[in-house]
């Protein structure tokens, strides 16, 4: 049993604030998850307000207890990884010095390594920094020092 509305997302029973299911979510294809900005606090949710999208969840303890300990909701957090990897492995346009994205890799390594564990965390972050190498190292420095923080700080 759910005991929250993050964790029925994540375990594929309940609806995000738009009424999509994470199922619904994870088959955005790259320009719907570039251009929609309200799911991403949903599939990597974090126990401070989002300040980019207002009212979006706020995860509490005891919520992300319940996803911690619920396998179906570690999995449904796992699809959603693998789609945001995919979409960056795909996508080059957050490999510039400033972009939305920065962002979100900061919330995906921050909720990742909370929820899912470090190791987790470190292979995303790995494969997000390398991206970057390879691409040149467009990222500005701010943003790589959050990443890392992200992976310390959870």
């Given at each position: 049993?759910?005991?929250?509305?993050?964790?029925?997302?994540?375990?594929?029973?309940?609806?995000?604030?738009?009424?999509?299911?994470?199922?619904d979510?994870?088959a955005?294809?790259?320009?719907?998850?570039?251009?929609?900005?309200?799911?991403?606090?949903?599939?990597?949710?974090?126990?401070?307000?989002?300040?980019?999208?207002?009212?979006?969840?706020?995860?509490?303890?005891?919520?992300?207890?319940?996803?911690?300990?619920?396998?179906?909701?570690?999995?449904?957090?796992?699809?959603?990884?693998?789609?945001?990897?995919?979409?960056?492995?795909?996508?080059?346009?957050?490999?510039?010095?400033?972009?939305h994205n920065?962002?979100?890799?900061?919330?995906?390594?921050?909720?990742t390594?909370?929820l899912?564990?470090?190791?987790?965390?470190?292979?995303?972050?790995?494969?997000?920094?390398?991206?970057?190498?390879?691409?040149?190292s467009?990222?500005?420095?701010?943003?790589?020092?959050?990443?890392g923080?992200?992976?310390?700080?959870?």
């Amino acid at each position: 049993m759910s005991t929250g509305p993050i964790h029925a997302f994540l375990a594929g029973t309940g609806r995000d604030g738009a009424r999509r299911t994470l199922a619904d979510v994870v088959a955005f294809d790259d320009a719907r998850i570039e251009g929609v900005h309200d799911f991403v606090q949903w599939c990597f949710p974090l126990s401070e307000a989002s300040r980019a999208v207002p009212g979006a969840p706020v995860l509490g303890s005891e919520e992300a207890d319940a996803i911690r300990a619920d396998p179906i909701a570690q999995e449904g957090l796992r699809s959603a990884l693998a789609r945001m990897t995919e979409f960056y492995t795909r996508t080059d346009g957050w490999l510039r010095a400033y972009d939305h994205n920065h962002l979100r890799i900061t919330r995906i390594l921050a909720a990742t390594r909370r929820l899912l564990g470090p190791d987790e965390a470190a292979a995303f972050h790995a494969f997000v920094t390398k991206r970057n190498e390879d691409a040149g190292s467009p990222v500005n420095a701010d943003s790589l020092r959050y990443w890392g923080s992200a992976l310390r700080d959870a």
